[in-house]
């Protein structure tokens, strides 16, 4: 009898993958068939000037010969930008986006003028230049054809969900590992600033598209790595504002290579690819990540 667990495994085919996206995924595969779940295969590729068709066609290549399965068809987040146009749309009518024609440059220079930076999970938190422009004066800003992304006013947002109202308020989610975790607006407000949502070459951001698909496609578990861990107290925001439901997580630790650095692509970890090509097999991929090769498919 099928459970009502559904996981999911979401690379973004930016490059190929590497053991650490191999042990990812397996974490989510095993969670599913030890439930008798689902389990899905999501591209996120967004961003279209980094993505890549070959790098998607080596994802599949990569995860089938390790002998994972997956639901079809597999959603390719670039197919669906005219949904999270429309999750966007209903966040500027309801006031909770603005315009900020602030360059990557000009940022850091107000940041450096100011002489410190409030630091949040994810960097430097933006210090809000364009938040609180008039009406006409974005409005003139955007018939000028300046550049532009959406930023979601944070404290706005938090409003709107209530913090006020007792029974809304502190926002949780499930951890597995960590327990009941809460985000409050202020750990909100402080940890993030106002994140950008959209900008011109990126029409939606990582973090509205998979708050957006996870709840489309039902994922009622998300393995995913500690370091996305922080985002969590976003996504849990973003859910309170469409109205999405909210999936149980679980944050997995990273791997690491012999000096102690996290497997990444930019920093030239092994992939996949490359030990197939040199005869390494799938139980010895599983085996370095440090799962059980008898518990996948040979």
Not at 41 to 64: K, Q, S, W, Y
Not at 107 to 114: C, D, K, L, P
Not at 175 to 196: I, R, Y
Request: glycine residues 8%.
């Amino acid at each position: 009898m099928q459970s009502d667990i559904v996981t999911r495994c979401a690379p973004s085919p930016t490059g190929y993958l590497h053991l650490g996206h191999a042990y990812a995924a397996g974490i989510g595969w095993l969670r599913a068939r030890q439930a008798a779940g689902r389990f899905l295969l999501r591209i996120e590729d967004i961003d279209t000037t980094r993505c890549r068709p070959d790098f998607t066609r080596a994802i599949f290549d990569d995860l089938h010969w390790l002998g994972l399965s997956w639901e079809e068809p597999v959603r390719l987040q670039s197919e669906h930008f005219a949904e999270y146009a429309v999750a966007l749309d209903s966040l500027q009518r309801r006031g909770l986006l603005y315009p900020c024609f602030c360059t990557r440059k000009q940022i850091q220079a107000e940041i450096a003028a100011a002489g410190h930076a409030p630091h949040g999970f994810e960097g430097a938190v933006y210090p809000g230049n364009c938040r609180h422009l008039s009406a006409d004066k974005r409005a003139q800003r955007i018939a000028a054809g300046e550049a532009y992304a959406l930023r979601l006013d944070m404290a706005a947002a938090c409003q709107h969900v209530g913090p006020s109202n007792s029974k809304t308020w502190p926002l949780h989610w499930q951890d597995e590992d960590a327990g009941q975790q809460a985000a409050t607006p202020e750990l909100l407000v402080q940890g993030f600033g106002d994140v950008v949502l959209a900008r011109k070459e990126i029409p939606a951001s990582y973090h509205l598209c998979v708050t957006h698909d996870d709840a489309l496609q039902g994922i009622t578990l998300v393995t995913r790595g500690s370091d996305l861990f922080a985002a969590t107290h976003l996504h849990r925001l973003l859910q309170a504002l469409f109205g999405w439901p909210v999936p149980a997580y679980a944050h997995h630790p990273l791997l690491v290579d012999d000096t102690g650095e996290r497997l990444a692509k930019r920093k030239n970890a092994p992939a996949l690819r490359d030990l197939r090509a040199a005869g390494v097999t799938p139980a010895a991929v599983w085996q370095q990540a440090g799962l059980d090769p008898a518990a996948f498919p040979k």
